[in-house]
């Protein structure tokens, strides 16, 4: 896990704009800060897949969705996939904002980063084992994201089980926390033409 | 008891190995809940249990891990349902000779203050479980803990509610870290202080890891130690989760586990009946290796702990109404965050412990004390020094506190001693005991070690021990008896030396009258540990005692190559004040977001000049302009903040000098503030909570999660006519029309929306009055509002 600063100040706000000094150097102190603090964790779990047009059926559970049918689309498998920056992300940002909002919106602007950074390592992994063995993955695709409902996180989280293994819980509003968490779908495929070309989120 | 439990910590006892990885063998499917098996499939579980039996297993564990009523909830079974059937069925596999443990694990939802399960919550769904299998087991098993709250609920329902041994374990990770961060000390020294009969780890590793992580663990605790390991780490292959070490591997490895110490060893996720039947073969009958486990004077927190009798321990002082006017009005007006920016303060200025009272006339305690402390252990990591005469208070307390407490205080009154003693068994807390009785504060050190002596005993009557005791001599101002520091100096030293338990001083005191207390207070206080005294409840703010500390601890051994003197003090050669603020206007402060700058100008400025003025003429015109910016783009949300947080910094003095004067701010209209319901994302609602009240709003925030029903509340309470409701997600907008639609039908009040998944559409169709875009939008809509 690393820090990618600019796209913490991004976060921030500052699209294209440079940012004033202080916003940096609190960026770098708080990064630097959490790197060494945070103990990231993930866990996954590769399932074989169906794909149709308007859904997805995986272990048994059929996923009406076409903007996931459409991201998984010549997969024979997929990844379910959750991560975790953990409690202790939650704790600090806290500590943050009593010190002071700036801080605070600093502190959120960091772990989003940074959990960016480490899910992006760890589907870097995959990929390279499924590439070892002639495939390749796709894009993330988490629920929220277009017409996956958020009721999917229950499905996921019944088979992946994170709260035992990397203490990631699901609030009755189908919520995560700690709240820097990330699920996500990660399709495997034959077709190179269909493989991530960067291991960011979203159908490219 | 069950005879095999009275073999635990003399010979070895054989726990049984892993039952969900065995089910999903048998076809229990991803997204099944193994527990409803006990009903449907019962015939496979007491197959299972009975092969653990005849491998050799002296404790078979209940297929219970992970029921619970939120759990079932929608399958249709109840709680004692799945969970009498489940004992009945190791009871039939235990078969006369095997101890019958009923299994809890995590609850699966996060605790608050970060997550949504309140202490009491979770203790009610512990207790179900208890309730309806206790009856037909021999023991509780709390296992694959990884939250220490959520374990003292599971640890207090078991207790509170059977009359069984209980075994708690906790599942750690390779860095010796539980998930919620608590290290191995502070999950230890919890348990041992709830009065389980044993504790351990399981799960989550393999036995080769655990091995690493053991004489940590034995090393913090002298009670019998149980260790059920994983076979291995997990891996993958070809989609499935495979668990590496076998049978011999596994039993070897479990041998060298047991030469540590370790009194009961089984399996976890991945062993079966051959794991446990070479296990059995190779230890049962063996006797446990004894070891020396030192005594030790503890505290904790969820995640770390504090030893007494090293470096002298520091102890915040600085959450405690007495003469503190800001305080007191932060209290009346229920802001914790107040009290957090206190407590986050003397954290970082060094404190160990952080002393929490609450107490005043006009406020209910219970409740404001157990909202400070789940508020506090939110921010910080430190653990804290219940301070309360309200026996009320410190139980509330007690219970939802994260970690074995310290309780400020007992004293050698008949009537404290009855009160408080028997809480502090109760939840294992250590405590300070004061050295006053009927007859007031002895003038003799004599005197007050005889108090001292007298507490000791009664304490040792309800069973605690001495290690659980601080003796608090009393600190008496110098300024009004000459022998007053002596006196209490050599009271502690006679205590320290001839009762054998540690000692703790409120410090402070010792210069109350006197010019320049500051010199008084540190040169007390080296004195004071020169002569052995443990912990000191301090001003961790003052430097003047911070050098005393640091020193003392340089020049005692306590701080090897001077490395926290040399961290503290190489940078700052100069104690040349440093006057920054003097060419700039507080206007200016504010706008460049200099916090300190804006605070020290505030103060000067109120020498002189109006609080409203200040405010009108130099804090709004000042955001105003950052406003204008941050609409424009020219001044991004860092900078934004930066101004607001010197603009609040600005507004405290004020607020300050108000309190001084027993004075409160005018505000310009009062406005409700809430996360709706089931939301659990504050940020935005922070900020706007900030720039409305550095405009001079009082803002009255709920918080997040807010039901629909307490912002009426509040609403009505509070006569307000204006309330602001914030949502992120779109899985909690329903929650907002429902709130809106209630404020409506109750009241006149005025609804403004704002989030992340809103719009101008969006909010007129749930019926929202007003929707602003962002934080300074809301602020405009306000101003007008009540202009």
């Known amino acids: ?204 | 008891m069950h005879p095999i439990l009275e073999k635990l910590g003399k010979e070895a006892v054989i726990f049984d190995g892993g039952m969900g990885t065995l089910l999903q063998e048998k076809g229990l499917s991803g997204g099944e809940l193994p527990e409803l098996w006990n009903l449907t499939r019962p015939e496979v579980i007491e197959e299972i249990q009975s092969a653990y039996a005849a491998a050799g297993a002296d404790v078979l564990t209940t297929n219970t891990f992970g029921v619970n009523a939120l759990k079932l909830a929608g399958t249709g079974h109840s709680v004692r349902e799945v969970v009498s059937a489940a004992v009945r069925i190791a009871r039939r596999a235990a078969g006369g000779r095997c101890a019958v443990a009923l299994d809890m694990g995590p609850t699966g939802k996060l605790m608050r203050p970060f997550g949504e399960l309140s202490f009491e919550d979770a203790y009610n769904l512990y207790k179900e479980v208890v309730l309806a299998g206790a009856e037909g087991a021999d023991l509780v098993l709390i296992e694959t803990m990884g939250d220490t709250l959520e374990l003292k609920a599971a640890v207090l329902a078991a207790k509170e509610n059977c009359a069984l041994p209980v075994i708690a374990t906790c599942t750690f990770d390779e860095t010796g870290k539980l998930l919620t961060g608590g290290s191995i000390d502070a999950a230890m020294t919890l348990l041992e202080s709830l009065g389980v009969y044993a504790l351990g780890m399981n799960c989550g590793l393999g036995p080769a890891q655990m091995l690493r992580l053991l004489p940590e663990l034995l090393r913090c605790t002298g009670l019998p130690v149980i260790v059920n390991a994983n076979a291995g780490l997990p891996v993958q292959e070809n989609g499935r989760t495979v668990y590496p070490v076998g049978p011999k591997a596994f039993c070897a490895l479990s041998e060298e586990v047991f030469a540590l110490g370790v009194s009961g060893v089984g399996g976890c996720c991945g062993t079966t009946p051959e794991h446990i039947a070479l296990l059995s073969k190779s230890l049962s009958g063996r006797a446990v290796q004894k070891r020396e486990v030192p005594v030790r004077t503890v505290v904790s927190s969820g995640t770390h702990t504090v030893v007494f009798g090293e470096k002298p321990v520091l102890i915040g002082e600085r959450i405690n109404p007495t003469g503190k006017p800001r305080l007191k009005e932060a209290l009346r007006q229920n802001d914790l965050e107040f009290l957090c920016r206190e407590g986050v303060r003397q954290a970082d200025a060094g404190a160990d412990v952080l002393d929490v009272n609450v107490g005043l006339p006009e406020i209910d305690e219970p409740a404001m004390m157990e909202q400070a402390i789940e508020r506090l252990q939110g921010v910080v990591r430190l653990p804290l020094q219940i301070d309360t005469s309200d026996p009320a208070a410190m139980e509330r307390a007690l219970r939802v506190y994260n970690g074995k407490p310290l309780v400020n205080s007992v004293n050698g009154k008949r009537e404290s001693l009855d009160a408080v003693l028997p809480l502090v068994k109760k939840y294992g807390a250590a405590v300070v005991a004061l050295t006053l009785d009927e007859n007031g504060i002895p003038e003799t050190a004599e005197g007050r070690f005889r108090i001292a002596e007298k507490i000791v005993r009664e304490a040792e009557r309800y069973g605690i021990a001495r290690k659980d005791i601080l003796v608090d001599t009393l600190t008496m101002t110098v300024s009004t008896g000459e022998e007053n520091a002596k006196v209490t100096l050599e009271a502690l030293e006679r205590v320290r030396r001839e009762l054998g338990v540690h000692t703790v001083l409120g410090v402070s005191n010792v210069s109350f009258g006197l010019p320049r207390r500051e010199l008084v207070t540190a040169n007390f206080f080296t004195m004071a540990m020169q002569r052995g005294l443990s912990a000191g409840i301090v001003n961790v703010l003052s430097e003047a005692l911070m050098d005393a500390y640091r020193s003392f601890c340089a020049l005692s051994g306590f701080d090897p190559g001077c490395k926290d003197y040399i961290a503290a003090y190489a940078e700052r050669a100069a104690p040349a004040k440093k006057d920054a603020a003097k060419d700039m206007t507080l206007f200016e402060a504010i706008v460049r977001g200099l916090r300190e700058e804006a605070g020290a100008l505030t103060d000067a400025a109120l020498e002189t000049a109006a609080p409203l003025d200040i405010v009108n003429g130099a804090l709004i015109p000042a955001l105003d302009e950052v406003g204008k910016g941050y609409e424009k783009g020219t001044v991004f949300l860092p900078q934004l903040l930066m101004s607001a947080d010197a603009a609040k910094e600005a507004f405290e003095r004020i607020k300050r000098k108000l309190a001084a004067g027993g004075e409160k701010a005018e505000p310009k209209g009062k406005i409700v503030l809430a996360t709706v319901k089931g939301d659990i994302h504050d940020i935005g609602k922070n900020i706007v909570k900030v720039l409305l009240e550095n405009y001079g709003f009082e803002v009255i925030d709920l918080g997040k999660d807010v039901a629909p029903e307490t912002v009426l509340r509040a609403v009505r309470e509070n006569g307000v006519k204006l309330a602001g409701l914030s949502a992120l997600m779109t899985t909690t907008v329903p929650a907002m029309a429902e709130t809106i639609e209630l404020l409506h039908r109750e009241t006149d009040c005025t609804v403004a929306v704002g989030g992340a998944v809103l719009n101008e559409e969006y909010a007129e169709m749930i019926g929202a009055d007003f929707y602003s875009k962002d934080a300074m939008g809301t602020v405009r809509f306000a101003e007008k509002f009540f202009a």
């Not at chain 1, 991201?71 to 939650?90: I, K, P, R, S, V």
């Not at chain 1, 999917?152 to 189908?174: H, M, N, Y």
């Open chain 1, 1 to 204: 896990m690393t820090l990618n600063e600019r796209e913490a100040l991004r976060y921030l706000g500052f699209r294209n704009a440079a940012p004033d000094e202080r916003t940096a150097a609190l960026v770098r102190e708080l990064g630097k800060a959490f790197l060494s603090a945070l103990a990231p964790k993930h866990i996954y779990r590769k399932y074989e897949i169906e794909v149709t047009e308007n859904a997805v059926l995986l272990d048994g559970w059929r996923i009406e969705s076409a903007d996931l049918a459409r991201n998984l689309a010549g997969c024979g498998a997929a990844y379910l996939f959750a991560a975790t920056l953990g409690l202790e992300a939650d704790r600090r940002i806290r500590t943050e904002t009593a010190k002071s909002e700036a801080r605070g919106a600093a502190a959120h602007a960091v772990c989003n980063a940074l959990i960016e950074s480490y899910i992006d390592e760890v589907h870097g992994a995959l990929d390279r084992a499924e590439r070892a063995a002639g495939a390749f993955t796709r894009p993330r695709f988490s629920p929220g994201y277009g017409d996956v409902p958020l009721s999917a996180q229950r499905e996921i989280f019944a088979r992946l089980r994170p709260e035992k293994t990397i203490g990631v819980t699901l609030t009755d509003s189908l919520l995560m926390v700690p709240v820097k968490s990330v699920t996500a779908f990660i399709g495997v495929t034959r077709d190179p033409a269909r493989a991530a070309k960067r291991f960011g989120e979203g159908d490219e």
